[in-house]
């Protein structure tokens, strides 16, 4: 099962190597891996997506939170969340198609960036799922390189499923 | 009144701060940091001790000159610039706080990058062992911290002093031993370049450290230190490493007492859950067959006493990890001895045949539980463990009780009531009576267990025991009775050859006054013996009794057992160790009749010096009773040889 794991680090140097050495080390796997400043300076947030059962997950959270510069560590199961992935992809488009494609573009409220006679470059974001369904979509016309974020996450303030 | 110009050109020496100062000495002291180099002063009865000062400073010669201070007669040109400054070195920041810490002794190897530090080390009132490898000033510290409970500490230079710790380290986080150990690094504009001696320290230890950081900026350096004493020896025990480049040792700075420990992501769960005491003392008190299996934790947490209050109070059982050996009397009637791979038939059954599962301070390692889906399979399980990864990480555990185990237990302990538990100590007894730990005592050979059970008898069970790793550890848990924690000193987890003589040496250095015996094999010997000449220049009455079989024990006897009695690479050439020992020193004795053991092992007791004694034992004995990996507790090997014999 997947699991989104959120974890609050210090923002020190050697973090990154200490959480991704400790998954290595306990032959944990990574989905993805994300690290971003937050609104504190000192802190970053890592946004890991886990493959495994409830146990091995549940050691996952453990060793994450045992390791000294981690000061929080949060698992997403069972709870509402936002999730997040962005997508940059290029998709080999020639003139003709264009039309069809934009028309593609806008139902997944996705953006061109760039463009050019035989490409165009489109910035996605939205549900793993829905980044996945696009990347399906694309496929026919030839994607020619694509480049995504990984997940991040929040939980819903609300305690609705809504959105 | 007239003006008397003093003295012009005095040297001045930077003052120790070890050593309590004058208000004179601080006033010049503090004039030399400032920068002053002219007072002009005028005598008087007050100003004496003043002026004595000035004079004596003027008189000192010493590679710690900082200054020339002139006086002259005009004190207005005295301008205060700034409030009292007491500017040090990196290297004396970390000699500072080590003794700040409490460090009395430290081990430690030099090296280009960690100059400074020895520099300031050499006028410090701390005592530095330097030992022959780093790997062995590791193990060194460590045993010292083992014997102790206090934090051990070793230094290292970069590269490839560095390196070298990583066994000793490793061999400590393994066994959750607190130490600080400090690598000097090249300088931070170096960092990255692979420059000499260059090793990224704190990417190799990180995996073997609970702990590690490396210090760029000396401001940084005294809140690290404290933080690395505090992480090393709180909550579950473990290595801390700091990496100190070579330009933040020199460089200088002030500290001003503010550098507090500042660790957001360490927090200490040390009180256990009433909620979770009270079902644990509940399913204790409803068990008929219920068994105590106690690790190190115990050892670490000097929560012997409690334990024992809590066994007699609840009459209850007690099995002991290697690790945990000591921390339950073995000669008290409830004592089952060591669990696991060559721990007693009778641990193993009662563990195999208990209602409830009492682990405490200990991890469910492989070589304890042997195959995890048929351990303890009637048990409910409670598990006390500080480290909350600990819980159900290898074997589903029941009742989780997270924090010290020194207040769990005493917790624990006013919970429960007395359960006579009659059938169930019957059944123990039994087992007891039926597979007690023996060896064949028949034949001329010198048996290990022999050697170990004299030992036992002539130093009354309480010697300070280190080994090395393989059957001459085996035998000595199953052989050598301990009575108190600290008392046996082993490499468990990640099971270090050459542990045993550098182990002795630090756990000497830690208690003098105790009688401190390794025992040894031959290959583990060979592994560390560079350490000898340690033991020899401080004089350490340390004894080594080698039990020398010519193979690597176990490997042999895994070899004989799963392998075809093939003994592919597991013997060779031994030096006559009487001859090594005396050539670096120490005293040293060949025993190859069983008859001179005993007197061997008086003379080897009565001997001042660090003493090897070359015990030639019986070449091809194994250790039983053994369960073979991956088989459950009750499956062991040897039992029938055991029944066998006389």
Redesign the interface.
């Known amino acids: 099962m997947k699991h989104i794991i959120s974890a609050l680090?210090?923002n020190?140097?050697?973090v990154l190597?200490?959480v991704a050495?400790?998954f290595a080390?306990r032959a944990f796997n990574i989905d993805s891996l994300v690290v971003g400043r937050t609104e504190d300076p000192?802190?970053s947030r890592m946004t890991i997506v886990v493959l495994g059962d409830d146990?091995v997950v549940?050691?996952v959270r453990?060793?994450l939170?045992?390791?000294?510069?981690?000061?929080?560590v949060q698992d997403f199961v069972g709870q509402s969340v936002v999730a997040r992935d962005l997508m940059l992809i290029t998709i080999s488009v020639p003139p003709e198609k264009r039309p069809e494609v934009f028309a593609m573009i806008e139902m997944f409220n996705g953006k061109v960036v760039d463009i050019g006679q035989k490409f165009i470059m489109v910035e996605i974001a939205g549900p793993e799922d829905k980044i996945e369904a696009f990347i399906n979509i694309c496929r026919p016309y030839g994607i020619k390189n694509v480049a995504r974020t990984g997940t991040i996450a929040m939980p819903r303030q609300t305690k609705t499923d809504a959105v | 009144m007239c003006s008397q110009p003093a003295s012009s050109g005095i040297a001045a020496r930077s003052l120790q701060i070890n050593q309590p100062l004058t208000g004179a000495q601080i006033i010049v002291r503090t004039l030399l940091e400032l920068g002053v180099d002219t007072v002009f002063g005028y005598l008087g009865a007050a100003v004496l001790p003043l002026f004595n000062e000035l004079y004596s400073a003027e008189n000192q010669s010493s590679s710690n000159i900082t200054q020339n201070v002139k006086i002259t007669d005009d004190f207005r040109r005295i301008k205060m610039t700034q409030k009292t400054t007491d500017t040090k070195t990196g290297a004396q920041i970390i000699v500072d706080t080590l003794v700040e810490q409490g460090v009395e002794t430290l081990f430690g190897y030099l090296g280009g990058v960690v100059l400074p530090l020895f520099d300031k080390l050499y006028d410090s009132p701390i005592k530095v062992i330097v030992p022959r490898h780093e790997q062995g000033g590791c193990h060194m510290a460590d045993a010292y911290a083992r014997a102790t409970g206090r934090v051990g500490v070793v230094i290292a230079t970069s590269g490839p002093g560095a390196c070298n710790l990583t066994t000793g380290l490793a061999t400590a986080m393994m066994d959750s031993v607190p130490m600080v150990a400090f690598t000097g690094q090249v300088r931070t504009d170096l960092i990255g370049n692979d420059a000499f001696q260059e090793a990224d320290t704190t990417g190799i230890t990180r995996p073997v450290t609970k702990y590690n950081s490396i210090v760029k900026d000396v401001k940084d350096l005294p809140r690290t230190i404290r933080e690395a004493f505090h992480i090393a020896s709180t909550g579950r025990c473990g290595p801390v490493l700091i990496d100190v480049p070579v330009d933040v040792s020199v460089a200088k700075y002030q500290p001003d007492g503010s550098e507090k420990i500042n660790l957001k992501g360490y927090k200490l769960q040390t009180k256990g859950h009433s909620r979770q005491i009270a079902m644990a003392a509940a399913a204790i008190n409803a068990s008929s067959r219920p068994v105590l299996y106690v690790g190190g934790g115990v050892i670490s947490s000097n929560s012997a006493g409690e334990l024992r209050d809590l066994a007699d109070k609840a009459n209850l059982p007690v099995t002991m990890t290697l690790l945990g050996l000591g921390s339950y009397d073995q000669s008290r009637p409830h004592s089952l001895d060591m669990l696991g791979m060559h721990g007693s038939a009778y641990a193993n059954y009662a563990v195999q045949e208990c209602d409830l599962l009492i682990a405490v301070g200990s991890r469910f390692d492989d070589r304890v539980t042997g195959k995890v889906k048929t351990f303890a399979p009637n048990a409910k399980i409670i598990h006390i463990d500080i480290d909350p990864s600990s819980i159900s990480k290898n074997v589903h555990v029941d009742i989780p009780v997270v924090g010290d185990a020194k207040e769990i237990l005493s917790a624990l302990a006013e919970n429960v009531e007395y359960k006579e538990r009659k059938e169930w100590f019957d059944k123990i007894a039994q087992w007891k009576k039926k597979h007690p730990l023996k060896y064949d005592k028949n034949g001329t050979a010198i048996k290990p267990q022999y050697v170990i059970e004299e030992l036992c008898a002539q130093t009354s069970g309480k010697a300070i025991i280190t080994t090395g790793v393989g059957q001459n550890q085996m035998w000595s848990a199953q052989f050598y009775k301990f009575t108190r924690p600290r008392q046996f000193i082993s490499s468990g987890g990640l099971g270090t050859m050459g542990f045993g003589l550098p182990a002795a040496i630090g756990a000497q250095i830690a208690r003098p006054d105790d009688l401190v015996i390794d025992i040894d094999g031959d290959h583990s010997f060979n592994m560390t013996l560079n350490e000898l000449p340690t033991a020899v220049e401080h004089k350490l009455p340390i004894k080594v009794c080698i039990l020398n079989n010519g193979y690597m024990g176990m490997v042999r006897q895994w070899q004989q057992l799963f392998y075809g009695r093939r003994y592919s690479c597991s013997y060779l050439q031994n030096p006559n160790y009487e001859e090594v020992a005396k050539a670096f020193g120490a005293a040293g004795m060949t025993v190859e009749k069983k008859s001179d053991v005993p007197k061997a092992i008086k003379q080897m007791l009565a001997e001042k010096r660090p003493c090897v004694v070359d015990f030639r034992v019986e070449q091809e004995e194994n250790v039983w009773p053994m369960v073979p990996a991956g088989k459950s507790l009750n499956e062991m090997d040897g039992l029938d040889i055991l029944e066998s014999m006389a």
């Open positions: 680090v210090e020190k140097p050697g190597a200490h050495g400790m080390a000192e802190l146990r549940e050691q453990k060793q939170a045992k390791i000294i510069p981690v000061v929080k």
